[in-house]
């Protein structure tokens, strides 16, 4: 039976395999999603021609109804995979309102598998291969140092010969062990990708509370993939298929980790802004139950299951696995997360969040010795999270973001008797997708990641229709400000997180913030001749920057011990209000005023624990919120320079003013998104829209909503994808 010919194509640094299903970089493999290849495999094959929107969508979604958008994801994912750009040149040109062309040069490779041989005996050995192995012996013999033996002047006897020949092979054979025993280990690389999940959507990974952005993470007992979406504990099979949520009796869980015997999730259940009570959930159905008194935002189980590792403020506690005897175990400075110990029993790794954002790995023996950074100076500034184990303790995995790009990269740890490990990290993923979040297959074979690309359309809510609509040509953007005349907006770019301004239109568009500075909560001077805005620079603390609305250099107007959090204009334009702290603890978070003119900074009385300030059209009232089990919205009064309690035991986020100052709109997320009015002469609270089942993208301080000048919600639908793949790798 005849070998079946393959079909390769070859352009630029590029090699694709349609049978492999393989895109190859320079021999690397470059990961994409099913649909990604299958589209890139579409535009090679027809090289040259256009192909209608149209007829792509037939081609790679068949009997299936997609939106174009997908198309145009899709296309943007291989843009980024190529090195292309957003808007391609080289490979992928786009003609408008029509479809797209795969404009490189391609080269057409048949390959039946076949490849040259050499036919002999079995066993022989040819005369050239005899003369060569002589060769060899004779110019050893003369050369390698370790002999110190003269060239005979006269023919040496054959079993002279072949004692030399021996010997030197002898050599050859120590030095190539001693090479292999020396040497470098190989690097671990990605052959394949199988995408788990399939819905692209609603897998929320994350959940964020105070301003602190919790990981989910993908654990397996073997079978199964088990993860957080929508803050339920949800499972799939690790082959892939449809998505089944765990049964239990309350929401808001965050996954910890899964028992040694893959039988219990460990979980924090997100009673409060900063902490959470610790439960043990059921992986094959069953209730839920309380870990005693614990409280803490992550927990991981020792090895053999006998005790916990949980953590609570910027400390580690070890803890029975039953809830009794806590002890302190290693405190940070910082806010640590996601601990993981390795397979042993020897040390425990885990993520720590210093005060201004960052991100880094750190390790701590189990007799909690020595706790230090991982990886210092390796990422400047750090930027790692998340890391596991292989179950034999080989690998550690962890992501990495760089360039605002999150992939994933490995370290050996343990090795055989003949090879030595490295701590040096190796990348195993590039593009398209950013990825998150590694996990590891029990039989080491797989590793599951999260795959994710971001993508927004702003959108306004429709209280008549009750359905969100496309706002100002649905814009991937969030925290829109509106001018006091509404002829200019100010508005950050998603994902990227830069600063712009505009007018409503989309004339006279202008980026104000560049570099690596990621901006949020842009609010225009009553003037209009300015914008004040949050912004964090890679390592540094979120600030308050005042920028011309024309344009310039972001002018920060605070030092840097203490971060600062959703600046806001007083009606007259010459003082700032805005949220502030030194560190993560609730207590320490307050309110504070900034006069423009003199540059004084003053704390309001009675503001601690408190955030997200707004003042009132008049300027007589400053509206502000806290969070945790007390869930209260208050009201400042400039005049008498006291607190009013408007609202308890209700959630209410994001406290926004109507135009008339009559009422003061705010965000519940209990039981689904909802927006609520609250009326500040008669405290009447009324529901104004349910916003479950929407999509909504989670920003850096989770769903931003936003509002019109009419005082209509605005909100970012979430357009991205977001799914579980299987990486198969290949491990040295």
């Known amino acids: 039976m005849g070998l079946q010919t393959k079909h390769i194509y070859e352009f630029g640094p590029f090699r694709l395999d349609a049978a492999e299903h393989l895109l190859l970089r320079d021999g690397e493999a470059v990961p994409l999603t099913p649909k990604a290849f299958d589209l890139l495999l579409a535009l090679v094959e027809r090289h040259g021609h256009l192909l209608e929107k149209d007829e792509l969508l037939k081609k790679v979604w068949p009997d299936t109804f997609v939106e174009e958008a997908n198309l145009a994801s899709n296309i943007s994912q291989l843009r980024k995979a190529l090195g292309d750009g957003e808007n391609g040149h080289r490979y992928i040109e786009t003609a408008p309102k029509r479809g797209y062309r795969f404009v490189a040069n391609v080269k057409k490779v048949e390959d039946d598998g076949a490849g040259p041989t050499i036919q002999e005996k079995p066993g022989s050995l040819s ?3 005899k003369h060569e192995q002589e060769a060899n012996a004779d110019a050893l013999i003369t050369s390698h140092p370790a002999l110190k033996l003269e060239r005979p002047a006269i023919k040496v006897k054959y079993y002279q010969r072949g004692a030399l020949i021996a010997l030197a092979a002898l ?4 030095g190539g062990l001693a090479y292999f025993v020396l040497r470098s280990p190989l690097a671990p690389k990605v052959m394949a990708s199988v995408q788990i999940t399939t819905s692209g959507r609603g897998k929320s990974f994350y959940l964020t509370t105070g301003g602190f952005r919790m990981s989910s993470p993908v654990v397996t007992d073997g079978p199964r993939l088990f993860f957080t979406q929508g803050a339920v504990p949800t499972q799939v099979s690790s082959t892939g298929g449809e998505t089944v949520t765990l049964a239990s009796s309350f929401s808001r869980f965050i996954i910890g980790d899964i028992s040694p015997d893959r039988s219990e999730l460990l979980v924090s259940r997100a ?18 139950r309380r870990l005693g008194a614990l409280v803490g935002h992550d927990a ?11 953590v609570n403020g910027s400390a580690l506690y070890r803890a029975k696995s039953d809830g009794t005897e806590s002890r302190k175990f290693v405190t940070v400075d910082g806010r640590p997360y996601w601990p993981r110990w390795a397979p042993d029993g020897s040390r425990l790794r885990f993520t720590v969040q210093n005060p201004a954002g960052s991100d880094s790995l750190w390790e701590v023996a189990a007799d909690s010795a020595n706790p230090h950074p991982l990886l210092p100076g390796w990422n400047n500034p750090a930027n790692e999270c998340c890391g596991n184990w292989t179950a034999d303790g080989r690998y550690f995995f962890f992501q990495s973001t760089r360039n605002r790009s999150t992939n994933i990269w490995a370290t050996r740890e343990q090795t055989g008797l003949f090879q030595r490990g490295s701590q040096e990290p190796v990348q195993l993923t590039i593009g398209p997708l950013n990825y998150y979040f590694p996990a590891p297959s029990l039989d080491g074979k797989k590793l599951f990641v999260v795959g994710e690309q971001k993508r927004g359309e702003l959108s306004r809510y429709d209280a008549k229709k009750r359905q969100l609509v496309s706002y100002l040509g649905g814009i991937s953007a969030e925290y829109l400000d509106f001018s006091r005349d509404g002829e200019w907006i100010a508005y950050v770019n998603y994902p ?6 505009s007018k409503v239109g989309g004339e006279e568009r202008r980026q104000l913030s560049f570099s690596q500075m990621r901006a949020a909560l842009p609010r225009w001077s009553p003037d209009g001749k300015q914008i004040v805005f949050m912004a964090s620079t890679p390592g540094k603390r979120w600030k308050t920057y005042l920028i011309s609305a024309d344009g ?3 002018q920060q107007l605070m030092p840097d011990e203490r971060s600062e959090y959703d600046p806001g204009w007083s009606p007259d334009g010459n003082t700032l209000v805005f949220a502030a702290r030194t560190n993560r603890e609730l207590s320490d978070l307050a309110i504070y005023l900034f006069e423009m003119g003199t540059r004084q900074l003053s704390k309001l009385p009675g503001s601690e624990g408190l955030y997200s300030p707004r003042w009132s059209p008049d300027g007589r009232y400053i509206a502000a919120h806290n969070g945790g089990l007390q869930n209260r919205l208050l009201l400042f009064d400039i005049t008498t320079q006291k607190w ?3 609202l308890a035991g209700q959630q209410a986020s994001g406290p926004h003013w109507s135009r008339d100052g009559k009422y003061i709109y705010f965000v519940s997320s209990d039981g689904g998104e909802r927006i609520f009015r609250l009326g500040i002469g008669d405290r009447k609270v009324e529901l104004c829209a349910s916003l479950k089942g929407f999509r909504l993208a989670q920003s850096v301080f989770g769903i931003w909503f936003g509002w019109t000048p009419d005082d209509q919600p605005l909100m970012l639908r979430d ?7 299987a990486l198969e790798w290949q491990i040295p």
Do not use: C, H, N
Request: charged fraction near 20%; charge should be negative.
């Open 300 to 310: 991981t189980w020792t090895p053999d299951g006998k005790q916990i590792v949980y």
């Open 719 to 725: 357009e991205g994808t977001q799914d579980i793949y």
């Open 496 to 501: 990227e997180g830069s600063l712009w301004r």
């Open 552 to 554: 310039g250099t972001p």
């Open 127 to 129: 005369t050239l291969a």
């Open 644 to 646: 009013t309690e408007l």
């Open 171 to 174: 050599i050859l054979s120590t």
């Open 271 to 288: 009673d409060d802004e900063f902490e959470g009570t610790l439960w043990v959930l059921p992986v094959l159905g069953g209730a839920p």
